[in-house]
């Protein structure tokens, strides 16, 4: 689906419930989007914003409770790769909001065990763009899963690019086998990064060529991320060069962030991406 707006533009999928493209009018995209990405039936795209769901990362990383669910040894769940229903559009001379829904039943029983609605309401306006993925567990178990925005985005220099908002807060480097460390002052990067921090504050991504704020709401954790040379040079859709180009910054619900539903209960996990 395109979204062509005179304050702005916007292209989405409906395989993943997967934003590709935001811009306002005659200015650069807003997010990151391999060059090599391929769009085909059953297949992640390479940039934008993923959704990650009922679990992030690799199952054997996840709570017992989420874990326990998972029938396949594939990271990041299926929402990204499932074919998610339109729901509603509404539009107006300043905003656009496009509404999709996942029905997760008995047809991904081979992978995962649970009955859960999934609504992605997409906003976009002139001032930014909001993401937000409601859960309501239609099952009578509780359900426990975790979740991320695994949002791409561009910059012309990753050295001399930062994140603004974590000083002060712990993570976990999973380059360093997992192992728990303290923020001192902003992110920067110096080759492969990889890290969940236990925050959920707003941030700002500070780059040569932007100003972007993050605000995030129901997270308390946010996964940073940029696969370095050797990495790049490794995964599939994305050019050896690109690392200099791109960083994550996933809103989530991760590790000892993740969240319990009982029948009925639903939980928002959004992030509204807007600019200084």
């Avoid at 533009?9 to 811009?23: C, E």
């Amino acid at each position: 689906m395109e979204v062509h707006h005179p304050l702005f533009r916007a292209q989405l999928f409906l395989q993943g419930a997967h934003l590709t493209h935001f811009a306002t009018h005659d200015k650069p995209d807003w997010l990151w989007l391999s060059d090599t990405a391929r769009f085909a039936t059953g297949r992640a795209i390479r940039g934008g914003i993923p959704v990650c769901w009922p679990w992030f990362g690799a199952p054997e990383r996840n709570p017992p409770e989420v874990r326990k669910r998972i029938h396949t040894n594939s990271a990041h769940g299926f929402a990204r790769t499932a074919l998610w229903k339109l729901e509603d559009v509404r539009e107006s001379a300043h905003e656009v909001e496009i509404c999709l829904s996942l029905d997760a039943n008995d047809d991904f029983a081979d992978t995962w065990e649970g009955h859960a609605l999934l609504l992605a309401t997409f906003s976009f306006s002139v001032k930014g763009c909001q993401i937000a993925l409601t859960t309501t567990n239609l099952g009578a178990a509780p359900l426990a899963f975790t979740q991320a925005l695994h949002t791409y985005l561009p910059t012309p220099d990753i050295h001399r690019t930062r994140i603004e908002g974590l000083a002060g807060a712990d993570y976990v480097d999973t380059l360093l086998d997992w192992s728990y460390h303290p923020q001192h002052g902003d992110v920067t990067f110096d080759g492969e990064t990889d890290r969940i921090y236990e925050s959920g504050a707003p941030m700002v991504v500070a780059s040569p060529a932007s100003r972007r704020t993050l605000n995030a709401i129901g997270s308390d954790s946010t996964v940073v991320w940029n696969p370095g040379p050797a990495k790049a040079r490794a995964l599939s859709d994305f050019p050896d060069s690109g690392w200099k180009s791109m960083l994550c910054v996933e809103t989530a619900n991760a590790l000892s962030d993740y969240r319990v539903l009982n029948e009925g209960q639903s939980h928002t996990l959004g992030v509204l991406i807007g600019r200084i």
